[in-house]
C-alpha cells in the first residue's frame, strides 16, 4: 500500500463547528505532515510528527490541533475557524523526517468554512 | 536563507512539443536536495525526483529528463513530447540537511496546460 488517505475530501463548516480531518498511511513511515494550501500558492507546512511526536508547529492559530493517535494515522482538529482558513489541507508522509526523504501527499480535504 | 524561484507561472504547449520548467534555487549550505512535485488537477503531490547536491549527473526518465546545474543553482525539468496528462502544477522543491527535520521549502509552481 503506497498511499496516503485523507477523509472527507470535502468539508463546508461554520465558524462555531467543531470537525476533524483525518489521514492515514500504511507504508511505515515515521514523519507525518500537515500542510495548508491556498488556490494558485504553494503548499504550506503547518505541522511536523516525528516517530509520533509533534516536532514542529510552524506558528499556527489554536484553533488548529493536530494530534497522532499512532504511526500510522494523523488528525487535524478544527475548532473556531475563520473564513480565511478555507483552503486545501494537505497531508504528507516520509520514512523519516530526514531532509532526503521525498514526501508521499494525500489527495487532500477541501475546507470551506463560511 | 533558502528560496526556491520558478519564473513561469504559466506555460501553455501543444500536445506532442517540448517544454523546460525552470527552476532556479538559493541556499548558502553545500549539502541540500532539490525535489520535483506534480500537482495535477486532483490535488495530490506525487514525487516525481530528488537529486542530492554532490550528484550534477542528468537524469532521464521516459518523456522526463533534469538538468542540474550547481554553477547557476539550477534544477530545471524538461517533458519531451508533451500530452495531455502532463497538464499539472509543478513544484521545485529544496531541503537542507542542517535542519533537524524535512521541512521543504517549495517554489511558487508553474502551471503547465497542455493542449490536444
Known amino acids: 500500500d503506497t498511499e496516503v488517505t485523507q477523509t472527507p475530501k470535502h468539508l463546508v463548516m461554520g465558524m462555531t463547528n467543531k470537525k476533524s480531518l483525518k489521514c492515514e498511511q500504511h507504508m511505515g513511515h515515521r514523519a507525518m505532515y500537515w500542510y495548508k494550501q491556498k488556490a494558485k500558492k504553494p503548499p504550506e507546512l503547518m505541522f511536523v510528527y516525528s516517530y509520533e511526536k509533534l516536532s514542529i508547529n510552524e506558528s499556527v492559530p489554536s484553533r488548529f490541533s493536530p494530534e497522532c493517535p499512532n504511526s500510522s494515522l494523523l488528525n487535524l482538529h478544527l475548532h473556531a475557524l475563520q473564513p480565511e482558513d478555507s483552503a486545501l489541507y494537505l497531508c504528507a508522509s516520509s520514512q523519516g523526517p530526514e531532509p532526503y526523504n521525498e514526501q508521499f501527499f494525500g489527495p487532500g480535504t477541501r475546507l470551506t468554512v463560511l | 536563507a533558502q528560496k526556491v524561484t520558478q519564473a513561469q507561472t504559466e506555460i501553455s504547449v501543444v500536445e506532442k512539443e517540448d517544454v523546460t520548467l525552470d527552476c532556479v534555487y538559493e541556499t548558502r549550505d553545500t549539502t541540500y536536495y532539490l525535489f520535483w512535485y506534480k500537482q495535477p488537477p486532483s490535488g495530490e503531490l506525487v514525487f516525481l525526483i530528488r537529486?542530492?547536491?554532490?550528484?550534477?549527473q542528468n537524469e532521464i526518465s521516459g518523456r522526463y529528463s533534469w538538468n542540474f546545474q550547481k554553477s547557476t543553482s539550477s534544477f530545471n525539468f524538461t517533458i519531451t513530447a508533451s500530452q495531455v496528462v502532463d497538464s499539472a502544477v509543478y513544484f521545485c522543491a529544496l531541503t537542507i540537511v542542517k535542519t533537524s527535520y524535512d521541512k521543504v521549502i517549495f517554489g511558487p509552481g508553474t502551471s503547465l496546460s497542455v493542449i490536444p
Open positions: 537529486r542530492n547536491s554532490f550528484d550534477e
